[in-house]
């Protein structure tokens, strides 16, 4: 083929559709073949700046032995053509000494065979790309016109090598900058951080061909479940590397591969592409992220742009997190916030309530007293028979009964100002539980109190907060109709990061129907033929009272618990400070 | 001895019906005023050992007629009476001689009157 030729086929195949590896082949098939040499091998640089045998012809010999080592650049002959960017051609005589990186010791007896060798740069005239080695065994000399020759055909490689390296950089580039704004995507939609978490491993592993990717998280963050989060399988090969990283990178906080922590172990590990970066936040190691390339060639390394990508992904996970956290804290102070506009409504809703109520009791008051004195009246005035006089008895009756209940609601509308003064819960328990226990309907149920011995003294109404403690209890008795076990504990706690105390009465009544449970606290809810169903109305409202409030767990079946909450402090102890 | 006289202020009929049978079998002598005003004009020319006065009433209510009493005779006993407690903490109820919550049984009532006449 003549010269003009083989570079036409050159370029052909290099602007053929083949995957990068097999044009190169291809073209190094074709130069061995037009060269008559047997061998034709070209060294590029690896990420780390070193010569390391990448291509051969097909039927090269040599190939397998040499791309077990690297040289760098002036070591050896390969180095040297490296460094000066000038060909050499040498035979089997002239060939110097010191081969450097040509010769080892499985090399020995192999060589022997080839007459000649020529190492040519492949470079033009601003970048160096790599060298093209060719030995041949059926030529005695290369011809200077050969020589010319092949000056122009290792520029031409080269600059093939350079156009390929565009288009590798230019792609890696862009889907570096796809998982960025894929990552973009996830962190600005306000999905949860575990969901949050699982999406960014996914994405990363998908752009970056990774074989997995997992983010650690050091602290018992967010309140998440787990602590790991990870994409595709960690090979239990290297579970220990990657611990070793992950605690590496949090250590010196930045991007590390294995290189940082295993320096002997190098030339093995390097064949790994596994890297890991801390996930920073206000100089705060929020965690780890942690990536293995997959396939050698595709993959990322952990060049100095590999660095960079995976140290702004890191920030972008953190500024995600970040961004969660600050969710979480705002849905959790809007939760606080309907809390309490929930309480407020519903005082507002007692308040209205009440005053309605007072209205219609004292209307119903009056008449009540007319009819059932003037009874009392004729009861007295009139000597009556029988029957008579037990129709009077039975107005008279109801008319009490009537009364009471009227009363009962007129002192629960009422507002009863707060005789406060400092007492101890614990006490105000044993007081109730001593008066109510001593009636034999309480003979079968059992006390289970746990009780804090260094509940502090609080500032309450006594008499009230008893008629409270008396509603709940007595609730809980007729619940069980006499017979279970009532647990009472109390404890000090936070609410809103005010010190609190809770006092809380579980029983074994068979619980709420779940139906009622939003109503048990309103005014006149009953489910008891004889009830009111003022009792916890009246309680909750002397609590609210008291700015503490009750809670209620229920289990339907079992049991309920009621849980009052109490404020420790009260609002002096401000200026009891200064 | 003359029997002691009491005027009943009550704006509903029947609760002064009420009060006057039950207290004139008690041997008191009873007036009646249905409002606060009325109270007021009997009071200024007639003489009552007590008044017994209701307080939910229209126009003028039974603490302001209270204040209205104690102004014109500062030692007129006056006992105030109403459906239920809610002026039990008023301070101005605290004028009064006595509170009774009305009852169909009336002997609260009939006690706190004795009490305050000193019988
Ligand atoms: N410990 C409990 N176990 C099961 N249900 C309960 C319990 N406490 C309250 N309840 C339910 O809540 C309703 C309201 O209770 P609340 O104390 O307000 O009124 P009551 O007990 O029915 O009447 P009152 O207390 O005026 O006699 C009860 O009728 C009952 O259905
Ligand atoms: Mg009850
Ligand atoms: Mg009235």
Redesign the interface.
Known sequence: MNPVDLLGKIIEISHSNLELASRITSILNIISQDMRSEEAIIYTFDKDKRLSCRYANQRSALFNILNKYRCHIGEGIVGSVAQKRSPLFYTMRDIPPRFGCLFYPELDGKLENYKVFAFLPLADDSYLYGVLVLCAVNRDVIHDADKIFLSILSREVGGILRSYDLILSSKKRISELATLSELGKVLTSNIDPQELLKNIALIIAKSLNAAFVTIKLGYAFLKLDAQRFTYGIIDPSVQDHVAELEETSARLLRAVSMRDCAPDEYEDAFKLSLFSAPIVSKNRVLGTLTICGDKMEQTYALGEDGQYLINTIANYISSGLENTLLNTRLRDAVRELSDAQKRLIEQEKFRSLGEMT?NI??EI??P??????????LARQIDLDRTENKYISII?NE??RL?SI??EV?NYV?ET?LVAEMCSINDCLDEVLYLLTSDSSWEEINIAKTYDPRLPPISCDSQQLKQVLINILMNSHEAMHGRGTITIQTKQTTYENRPFIAISIADTGGGIDPANIDNVFNPFFTTKERGTGLGLAISNKIIMNHKGHIDVENIAGKGVTFIIYLPAKNHITKEEFL | MKNPRILVVDD?E??RL?FK??LEEEGFEIGLASNGFEALDKLKTERFDLVVLDI?MPGMDGIQTLNEIKNIKKDQPVILCS????FK?DFSSWVSDGYVV?????RELKQTIKNVLGL
């Open positions: 007072a009791a004292h008051k009056n009540l007293v007319i009819i059932g004195g003037f009874a009392k009246r008279l008319v009490t009364e009227l009363n007129l009422k100002p | 509903e029947n609760i009420l049978e039950e939910k459906a239920y407690g809610e903490q009305k009852s169909a049984d009336t």
